[in-house]
C-alpha cells in the first residue's frame, strides 16, 4: 500500500493515520484529525502534546512554507479561499486547516482538497486554531491566511521575495487590494475603508514601521513566532490578537514588514456587521493599547486620527438634539462640518472608485463606523476601570482577612521552630534546636 500511496503523491510529505489501532487510511488523502487541543505559547517552545493518533512516515519532503488556515463556519467562503491558495504560482507549501468546531458544513467542503484537517471539539477562537496550526506545520516559514480572504496567485512568490531580500526581515504581511465583489455600496464601502487605511511613503514600497503582524495573510519565522510566544488565547476574536503579535514581535527587536504589491482580497461584509465587529474589537482593544501606551500606526483601526474621529462622531451623535434648539443648533452642525473637512482626502479618493453619487452615502458609512468605535472605547475604558476597582477592592478585602485572623498568632506562639528549612537562611540552625514547646493549658490561653 506504501508504494501505491508515492504514486498517487509523489510530490507530498505524506502520513499514514492510525486511529484507535484500526489502521485505516483517512479518505486516500493525508488528513489530521485532532479531537480537542489547546495551546499557548509561554516563553518556553512548544510541548507536543498527548493525541490519540499513531503517525507512520512514509515519504519525507520538507515543504518550503506551511499555510495555516483556521476556520469556523465558513461555508460560503472556504472553497474561494482554498482555490486561490492552490491556484498559487508557487507550490513548495503544505495547507493545515483548522476547524474550529464548525456547525455548518465547512468541514464537508473540505474533502476534495489535498490538505491537513484539524478538528477541534470545542470552539475557542481564533487566536488558539492557529496556535494549533503552527504545532502541526512542517515548514520553517509560516504563512497565515484567513478563511474569507482569497490571494492572488504571486501572493506567497512576492512574500518569499520581501523575506529574502534582507536579513533583518522575519515578518512580511499582505494588504488587501480594495477590489469590490458586491454590487451593494455599503459592502463595497467596507472593503474601500479597509484598503484606504494603509498609508505609504512617497516612492516606498515595503514598510518596516507597521505596527501590527498582518495575521489576515501574513508571513513568519516559526522560530520568531515562538519566541514571541505565538498569538494570545485570551482573544478570541479576530483582530485584536494581531495587534498583541505586532507588540511582542517589536517588542523582541524584530520589525512588521508590509509591501503593497503583495495583494489579497477579502470577501465584503455589510456595514452592520463591520460595526458590531468594531464595537467589540475597540472595546478589547482598550487593556492593550493601556499597556502599549502607544497608538497604531497607519493601517490600523487603533492610530490616533481614527480614535479622535470616533470620539467626534460620537460627539455629533450626542448633540443632534440641540438641532432643535434656535440657540445651539449651530454646534452639531459645526461638528459634521469639521468631521467632513478632517476626512476629504478619504471621501475624494472613494468617489472617484464609486462615483460622484457616492460622496454623502460614503460620509453616513464613515460616521456609522466611527460612532460604533467611539462607543467601544467608552465601553472598553468603563471595563477596564471597574476591573481595577474590582482589584483593588479584593485586595483589600483579603488583606483584611488575613491581618484580622487568629490563626497566624496561633503558628507563632504554638512554636518557635522554622518548617520552611531554607538553605540560605542563617539561623536555620539555632531555629531547629530542641527546646520548649507551648503546653495544651498555654495553647488554650492563647486562643482565647
Not at 480572504?149 to 512574500?159: G, R
Not at 514571541?228 to 511582542?248: H, I, L, S, W
Request: glycine letters at 4%; proline letters at 4%; hydrophobic letters at 35%.
Amino acid at each position: 500500500m506504501t508504494n501505491e500511496i508515492k504514486k498517487e503523491f509523489p510530490e507530498r510529505k505524506l502520513k499514514l493515520v492510525v486511529l484507535n489501532e484500526t489502521h485505516e487510511l483517512l479518505e486516500e488523502k493525508p488528513k489530521l484529525l485532532v479531537t480537542d487541543e489547546t495551546h499557548e505559547f509561554p516563553e518556553e517552545k512548544l510541548k507536543p502534546s498527548v493525541i490519540n493518533e499513531t503517525l507512520i512516515e512514509v515519504q519525507d519532503l520538507k515543504p518550503r512554507l506551511s499555510v495555516i488556515i483556521p476556520t469556523y463556519n465558513r461555508e460560503n467562503t472556504i472553497e474561494k479561499c482554498l482555490d486561490a491558495v492552490f491556484n498559487s504560482y508557487f507550490k513548495d507549501f503544505e495547507v493545515i486547516i483548522v476547524d474550529d468546531d464548525s456547525t455548518d458544513s465547512t468541514l464537508e467542503k473540505l474533502k476534495k482538497y489535498e490538505c491537513r484537517v484539524i478538528e477541534l471539539k470545542r470552539n475557542r477562537g481564533v487566536a488558539n486554531a492557529r496556535n494549533v496550526g503552527v504545532k502541526h506545520a512542517k515548514a520553517d516559514l509560516l504563512v497565515f491566511v484567513d478563511s474569507d480572504l482569497m490571494v492572488h496567485k504571486d501572493t506567497f512568490s512576492k512574500m518569499l521575495e520581501v523575506y529574502e531580500s534582507g536579513q533583518d526581515i522575519k515578518v512580511v504581511g499582505a494588504v488587501e487590494s480594495g477590489k469590490c465583489f458586491s454590487p451593494k455600496f455599503s459592502d463595497n464601502f467596507c472593503t474601500l475603508k479597509i484598503c484606504y487605511d494603509y498609508k505609504w511613503k512617497k516612492n516606498t514600497k515595503v514598510q518596516d514601521h507597521y505596527s501590527a503582524f498582518n495575521a489576515e495573510c501574513g508571513l513568519i519565522e516559526k522560530k520568531v513566532f515562538e519566541e514571541v510566544g505565538g498569538f494570545n488565547t485570551k482573544y478570541k476574536g479576530a483582530g485584536v490578537e494581531e495587534y498583541d503579535t505586532g507588540y511582542e514581535i517589536i517588542r523582541h527587536g524584530y520589525k512588521n514588514y508590509i509591501s503593497q504589491d503583495i495583494l489579497c482580497d477579502h470577501v465584503p461584509k455589510p456595514l452592520k456587521e463591520r460595526a458590531i465587529k468594531l464595537f467589540r474589537r475597540t472595546a478589547t482593544y482598550v487593556p492593550l493599547f493601556l499597556k502599549k501606551r502607544s497608538f497604531e500606526t497607519t493601517g490600523g483601526t487603533g492610530t490616533l486620527f481614527e480614535c479622535i474621529m470616533s470620539l467626534l462622531s460620537l460627539s455629533i451623535l450626542v448633540t443632534l438634539p440641540l438641532l432643535l434648539s434656535p440657540r445651539f443648533f449651530v454646534v452639531p452642525l459645526s461638528l459634521s462640518a469639521l468631521y467632513t473637512v478632517s476626512n476629504i482626502k478619504f471621501l475624494f479618493w472613494i468617489t472617484k472608485r464609486a462615483g460622484i453619487l457616492s460622496f454623502f452615502p460614503t460620509i453616513f458609512a464613515s460616521m456609522v463606523l466611527h460612532t460604533s468605535m467611539g462607543l467601544g472605547i467608552i465601553y472598553g475604558f468603563s471595563r477596564f476601570i471597574v476591573s481595577q476597582i474590582n482589584d483593588i477592592f479584593s485586595t483589600v478585602y483579603y488583606s483584611i482577612r488575613i491581618y484580622t485572623s487568629r490563626l497566624p498568632y496561633v503558628d507563632l506562639f504554638v512554636t518557635s521552630k522554622c518548617n520552611l528549612s531554607c538553605k540560605h537562611c542563617f539561623y536555620m540552625e539555632s531555629l531547629n534546636k530542641p527546646n520548649k514547646e507551648l503546653t495544651l493549658e498555654e495553647l488554650q490561653k492563647v486562643s482565647k
